[in-house]
């Protein structure tokens, strides 16, 4: 039985201001170390005109839930006052395949090492609730190639298991179908009795 995670439904930001600093968290799921790699870059990039953009993220970083990366920054602030506590509000709340940003404009006040710890974890708290918590089981990605005549029937089975999946028609037709982990032997299975073999699943 594949393991199910908490994780965020979607990309959110949510910002506010302490004295005079104004915070800006992001968020946004990903399903790989790369993939929170590249949300990291671009929000640096977006915000270059930012005094800090304090990178953590959580990535379960294989299908079988054994390996768990976690990766936070301070980017120039006091040591352990921003990225650690970003990273510890993502690991309370037990949150992974997700990266967090927080962008900070100084604003003229130091706050002092238990004020920026204090807002740097509220930034996470509040784009953490803006994205809503969601439970999610790893999926993978089956790839079903058929004929025209067997098109049919692969399409009702996804259809009637409730997959999310891509068709593409030419020469043959390909489905690409995203499978909770736990079930993706199973609709092998049933596919290739259905097609009596003539599937060819990746």
Do not use: W
Request: include cysteine; charged fraction near 30%.
């Amino acid at each position: 039985m594949s393991r199910v995670y908490r994780t965020v439904a979607e990309p959110a930001t949510a910002e506010f201001v302490v004295q005079g600093s104004e915070f800006i968290g992001h968020v946004r799921p990903v399903d790989s170390v790369s993939a929170a790699e590249a949300f990291v870059d671009a929000v640096d990039e977006e915000y270059a005109d930012a005094t800090h953009n304090v990178p953590a993220y959580r990535v379960r970083a294989d299908a079988e839930g054994d390996f768990l990366r976690e990766y936070s920054s301070d980017d120039g602030e006091p040591s352990g006052s921003a990225g650690k506590p970003a990273l510890n509000v993502l690991t309370q709340q037990d949150i992974e395949n997700c990266a967090v940003v927080v962008t900070r404009y100084y604003g003229g006040t130091n706050l002092g090492v238990g004020g920026l710890v204090r807002a740097y974890a509220r930034a996470v708290k509040e784009v953490v609730e803006a994205a809503n918590v969601v439970e999610e089981r790893p999926h993978e990605r089956v790839t079903i190639t058929v004929e025209y005549d067997d098109s049919g029937t692969v399409r009702s089975i996804l259809e009637s298991e409730g997959y999310e999946f891509d068709a593409d028609y030419e020469a043959a037709v390909t489905f690409d179908a995203y499978v909770p982990l736990a079930e993706s032997e199973a609709l092998r299975d049933r596919l290739r009795s259905a097609t009596s073999g003539r599937a060819d699943l990746e």
